[in-house]
C-alpha cells in the first residue's frame, strides 16, 4: 500500500462528502480515515493467514474509532463512514467504490448462513445512520439506503430502499408505488395490509354505506389488493417482476 497516495485520497474524499470539514488537517481527526487505514493493514495480515495480527489491529482500531470493521472484508476505493460510532462490516462483506456509510450501519449476517453470510455493496451506495444490512444479497451500484432500515433483500441498482423490513421506494428517481408491482423485496406488509382494510371500512363508513360485513369487506380486499406486494396472500405469478430478477442476478 502506498500510504502518501492513501493519505492523498483520502484528504479527497473526506472533503469532496463533508461539508462539515473546514481545514484539510481535520481529516487525521476523522475516525473514518483511521479505521480504513487500519483495515488495509489488518486485510494485508489476514489475507497472508496471520489471524491473530489481523484480528489485534482491527480490534484496536474498533476501540478507538468505534468503527469495527473484520480484517477479512474487502474495501474498495473511496469509502467514508461519516461519524462512525457504532459501524460494524461483517468478514465476508465485500465493499465496492465510492461507498458512504453512516454511524450506527451494520452490514452483518443474519445467523442462518454459511461462509459468504454478509452484503456485498455495488459502487456509489449510501448507507444513511442506523441501517442495517443483513445477509449475502448484493446492494447494487448508486443505490441509497435511508436511516434506520432492516434490509434482508437484494436491492438492484439505482435503487431508494426505506424501513423495516426494507422496501424499495424510488427506481432510477422515480418513486415505486406498491400498486405499480414493482415491489423488487417482494416482503409483504401485514400490518400495512390490515391498515390497508380499515382504510376500506373508513371509506364505507364515510360514504354512509354503513359498518361492512366480513363478506363486503373480503370482496373488496381481493379487488383493492389483489396486486399490492402488502398483501401476504398475495399469489406468487404477482411477485417480483421478471425484468427486475434479471437484473438482479
Ligand atoms: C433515503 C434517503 C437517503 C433519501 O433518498 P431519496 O432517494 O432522495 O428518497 P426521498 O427523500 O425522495 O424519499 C422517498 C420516500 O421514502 C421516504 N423516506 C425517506 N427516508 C426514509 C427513512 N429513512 N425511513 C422511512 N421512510 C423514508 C420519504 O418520506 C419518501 O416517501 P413518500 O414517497 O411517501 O413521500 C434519506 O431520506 C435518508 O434516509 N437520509 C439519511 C442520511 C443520513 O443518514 N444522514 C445522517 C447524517 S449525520
Not at 473511496?78 to 456509510?101: A, M, S, Y
Not at 452490514?107 to 456509489?124: C, M, V, Y
Request: charged share 25%.
Amino acid at each position: 500500500m502506498n500510504l502518501i497516495k492513501y493519505v492523498k485520497d483520502e484528504i479527497i474524499v473526506i472533503k469532496e462528502r463533508d461539508p462539515a470539514i473546514k481545514k484539510t488537517s481535520e481529516v487525521f481527526l476523522y475516525p473514518s480515515f483511521h479505521a480504513i487505514l487500519r483495515h488495509r493493514l489488518a486485510h494485508w495480515f489476514f489475507v497472508r493467514n496471520r489471524y491473530f495480527i489481523a484480528r489485534y489491529i482491527s480490534q484496536k482500531a474498533a476501540r478507538r474509532t468505534g468503527i469495527e470493521i473484520h480484517p477479512g472484508a474487502v474495501i474498495g476505493k473511496g469509502l467514508f463512514i461519516d461519524h462512525g460510532n457504532g459501524v460494524i462490516i461483517g468478514e465476508t462483506t465485500i465493499i465496492g467504490d465510492n461507498v458512504t456509510i453512516y454511524q450506527g450501519v451494520t452490514l452483518g449476517g443474519t445467523g442462518k448462513e454459511q461462509g459468504k453470510r454478509h452484503p456485498t455493496i455495488g459502487d456509489n451506495v449510501m448507507i444513511s445512520a442506523g441501517a442495517k444490512v443483513l445477509g449475502s444479497f448484493t446492494v447494487g451500484n448508486d443505490s441509497k439506503i435511508g436511516a434506520g432500515s432492516v434490509v434482508l433483500r437484494e436491492v438492484p441498482s439505482n435503487s431508494t430502499v426505506v424501513g423495516i423490513p426494507g422496501r424499495i421506494v424510488k427506481r432510477r428517481n422515480q418513486k415505486v408505488h406498491p400498486q405499480d408491482r414493482l415491489d423488487q423485496t417482494h416482503l409483504p406488509d401485514p400490518i400495512r395490509h390490515e391498515l390497508c382494510k380499515l382504510t376500506l371500512r373508513l371509506e364505507a363508513l364515510e360514504k354512509n354505506e354503513g359498518p361492512l360485513s366480513t363478506i363486503q369487506l373480503n370482496e373488496r380486499e381481493k379487488v383493492k389488493c389483489k396486486l399490492c406486494p402488502d398483501n401476504p396472500n398475495l399469489p406468487e405469478e404477482n411477485g417480483v417482476p421478471e425484468d427486475m430478477m434479471e437484473e438482479n442476478k
